[in-house]
Structure formats: structure tokens, C-alpha cells
């Protein structure tokens, strides 16, 4: 069974920083990507950051130069560093793990900022 644990959310006030982990455990089949989604109330689930197992990174516009994406390959963790946050950025973030057989959702983590 594999699980995708996040943490690291919380409440910040504008231009503040807040780091996320993710976690995934059990998987029998390397991880390729993992990623970072959020979603507000009445939105849909968009992209924020991926990283594959190489490194390779990509962003989303609203969060380039803000954010930052790294991976741990050897503890299967991946790791959001979100500087200067904006109420804007208030959503719950999910951590998206990616095998060559499927994919895995955490629960979310709650990140909400104050004006």
C-alpha cells in the first residue's frame, strides 16, 4: 500500500515563507515525478511544481521566483519552499507521486495567507 503524507502547511501573513514535505512510502516501482497542486474553494486542482527523478523542474507563471521544488530521491520526499507568499497562494496543496504503473495522491496540507 503506498502513501503519500504531506506537511508543512499552516497560516503565514503576506511575504512570509512556509516549506512543504511530501513523503511517499511502499511503492514497489520507482517514483518518476513527484508534484505539487493546489486547490481553492470553487477552483480546480492546478499544477504548482514538478520534479522528475533527474531533477528536472517546472513551475507554474504564478509561482516562478517564488517557489522553489527539490527531491530527495532517497527518502522518496520532494519538498516545496514557498517564499513571499501571497493570499492568492491560499489553497490546500497536494502531493502527486507518479510510477510507471500509476499515480498517488496525498490528503493535503492546508496553506492559508493573511493580508
Known amino acids: 500500500q503506498v502513501q503519500v503524507v504531506e506537511s508543512g502547511g499552516g497560516l503565514v501573513q503576506a511575504g512570509g515563507s512556509l516549506r512543504l514535505s511530501c513523503a511517499a512510502s511502499?511503492?514497489?516501482?520507482?517514483?518518476?515525478?513527484m508534484a505539487w497542486y493546489r486547490q481553492a474553494p470553487g477552483t480546480q486542482r492546478d499544477l504548482v511544481a514538478q520534479?522528475?527523478?533527474?531533477?528536472?523542474?517546472n513551475y507554474a507563471d504564478s509561482v516562478k521566483g517564488r517557489f522553489t521544488i527539490s527531491i530527495d530521491n532517497a527518502k522518496n520526499t520532494v519538498y516545496l519552499q514557498m517564499n513571499n507568499l501571497k493570499p492568492d497562494d491560499t489553497a490546500v496543496y497536494y502531493c502527486?507521486?507518479?510510477?510507471?504503473?500509476?499515480?498517488?495522491w496525498g490528503q493535503g496540507t492546508q496553506v492559508t495567507v493573511s493580508s
Open positions: 502527486r507521486t507518479t510510477t510507471r504503473v500509476r499515480d498517488y
Open positions: 511502499g511503492s514497489r516501482f520507482s517514483i518518476n515525478i
Open positions: 520534479i522528475t527523478s533527474s531533477g528536472t523542474t
